[in-house]
């Protein structure tokens, strides 16, 4: 079965500064999918930011980004210029492309991030 | 992106009452819909597996006669809480994925229902 990993409960952060949040996790398959998810105050789950794991360049989406080690089933997520808005739970998660677990995403414990001002 | 719609965002319903939830995907159709529970400050925990036309799969330790859920339409799968118990307050999501070929889209999640039992 695979597992995600967020080794980080609790982050924080100064407004205008980076921030790292871990996550690893395990797998058999060589092909599927890495998400980061932001869960703020209202529950509802947004999306950050997504690897193929065939890819090896490194996603990035404005101030996110993230580095993929897949040899070492590594996920950590970057935010640089951390805003007060970016205060939230965030959420890795490990989705297969295939086989009976197809589109079923397991999540980590998730990793609540504050920003101070 | 896609949207899915969930519905109600919160409800409160006295113990040994039924409670429905529904999970819409307004923008496309899904074949397949999840079904996570989450406890406050933890993880979500996949509860099953909404398949349209087909019975759901179940995650090891959830129980199908409590938690029946009902694919009948490529855009509607409902979640009904049986019985419920104060045990059953959660927080509850959904989400439903694109169907292939748009392979590797994510998993579009519906805004959540507060269950609360009393």
């Known amino acids: 079965a695979q597992t995600v990993t967020q080794s980080q409960p609790e982050m924080s952060v100064q407004e205008a500064e980076t921030v790292t949040l871990s996550c690893t996790y395990d797998t058999s398959e060589s092909d599927y999918y890495l998400f980061w998810y932001k869960q703020p105050p209202s529950r509802q789950m947004i999306l950050v930011i997504r690897q193929e794991a065939y890819k090896q360049q490194n996603a990035t989406e404005n101030r996110f980004s993230v580095n993929f080690q897949k040899a070492a089933k590594s996920f950590s997520l970057k935010i640089s210029d951390s805003q007060l808005g970016d205060a939230a739970m965030y959420f890795c998660a490990y989705t297969p492309l295939y086989n009976t677990n197809a589109g079923k995403s397991t999540f980590g414990d998730g990793t609540t991030l504050t920003v101070k001002p | 992106g896609a949207v899915v719609s969930q519905h109600p965002s919160w409800v409160i319903c006295k113990s040994g009452t039924s409670v429905k939830i529904e999970c819409r995907s307004l923008?496309?159709?899904?074949?397949?819909m999840f079904w996570y529970r989450q406890f406050p400050k933890q993880s979500l925990m996949l509860m099953a597996t909404?398949?349209?036309?087909?019975?759901?799969?179940?995650e090891q330790g959830v129980e199908k006669d409590k938690f029946l859920i009902n694919h009948a339409s490529l855009t509607l799968s409902t979640l009904t809480v049986t019985s419920a118990h104060p045990e059953d307050s959660s927080f509850y999501i959904c989400s439903a994925r694109e169907p292939r070929p748009r392979r590797g889209t994510e998993a579009f999640f519906g805004q959540g229902t507060r269950l609360t039992v009393v």
């Open positions: 909404s398949n349209e036309g087909s019975k759901a799969t179940y």
């Open positions: 923008d496309f159709q899904a074949t397949t």
